[in-house]
């Protein structure tokens, strides 16, 4: 079946813009997370949402950074004024439950370059 | 979530078993073991959980000591596609959350 996918696979940007990050979970999978990997660094944690519970927002870096997701599927992540240090690749990760026993499957990935 | 301590990097013959050490000294009662790995370029991938219990699926073996201190990721035959980071998690048995660590770079070599 179909895995997590993530668009645009490429964005670059200028400092100040806003940019939007799309993921597409696995079907009926409740449990949705965004991560991100910097350059040569280890992944990050940003965001999860569990079903209609509000969302575990605690590895948000700053207020710029914001998410959503709508229906209990799709997902968009949001920088707002980005910054040359919000460059990473955003990874978003579905499980068909959250909780620690719960494999996650993790999407390609989306590449941001902010210049 | 536990801290986790892992070499930084490791070497292995192709077709010998690889064993991937973990510390997790600090990790509470409801906490897993997870190992994922990222392949370069590539989002990871999980490849074997466990509790208290030594596990075994498809793709390696999780050996968990009995104080739960420390683990041990065994790739028994490891091939050149197993080159990658992996990564050690001691993660919370309420949420999915993974606190990744800097894992270890594993390089298979022929």
């Known amino acids: 079946g179909a895995g997590v996918s993530q668009s645009p696979s490429n964005k670059v940007t200028e400092k100040g813009k806003d940019v939007e990050l799309r993921c597409d979970p696995i079907s009926g999978h409740t449990a949705l997370y965004w991560y991100r990997q910097s350059l040569g660094q280890g992944l990050e944690f940003l965001i999860y949402f569990q079903g209609n519970s509000a969302p575990d927002k605690s590895g948000l870096p700053s207020d710029r950074f914001s998410a959503e997701r709508t229906g209990g599927s799709v997902s968009t992540l949001t920088i707002q004024r980005t910054q040359q240090e919000d460059s990473a690749v955003y990874l978003c990760?579905?499980?068909?439950?959250?909780?620690?026993?719960?494999?996650?499957?993790f999407g390609p990935g989306t590449r941001l370059t902010v210049l | 979530d536990a801290k986790t301590t892992q070499p930084t990097s490791m070497d292995c013959a192709e077709g010998r078993a690889a064993n991937l050490p973990c510390n997790h000294s600090?990790?509470?009662?409801?906490?897993?073991v997870y190992w994922y790995r990222q392949i370069h370029s590539q989002g990871p991938q999980y490849i074997i959980h466990g509790l208290k219990n030594n596990e075994t699926n498809e793709m390696a073996s999780l050996i968990i000591t009995e104080d739960r201190k420390s683990s041990t990721l065994i790739l028994p035959h490891a091939t050149l596609r197993d080159t990658a980071v992996y990564y050690c998690i001691a993660g919370s048995s309420n949420t999915g959350k993974l606190i990744f660590g800097q894992g270890t770079t594993l390089q298979v070599k022929p």
């Open positions: 600090t990790i509470s009662g409801n906490e897993y």
């Open positions: 990760a579905s499980s068909l439950l959250a909780g620690a026993y719960n494999e996650q499957f």
